[in-house]
C-alpha cells in the first residue's frame, strides 16, 4: 500500500481470492488493509474520532 500524504492519496492493488477492507483515517493520515474472513464480522471501534480496534467477531453458518 502507497500513501501519498501531501494530498491524502491512497494505492492498493486488489489480490486474487482475496477480500480486503481499507479503513482510510484522514485525521492521522494512515490507512490499514485488513482481509476479510469467511464467516466473520469485522468491528471498527474508534475513541474521539480516531480508529482504536479492529476486531473480530466469528459466526457460523447453519
Do not use: P
Amino acid at each position: 500500500m502507497e500513501i501519498n500524504l501531501q494530498d491524502l492519496r491512497l494505492t492498493q492493488k486488489m489480490e486474487r481470492g482475496k477480500v480486503l477492507v481499507v479503513i482510510l483515517d484522514g485525521v492521522q493520515g494512515k490507512a490499514k488493509v485488513t482481509e476479510a474472513v469467511d464467516h466473520r464480522s469485522i468491528i471498527i471501534e474508534t475513541v474521539k474520532g480516531k480508529i482504536a480496534k479492529i476486531k473480530y467477531n466469528e459466526g457460523e453458518l447453519l
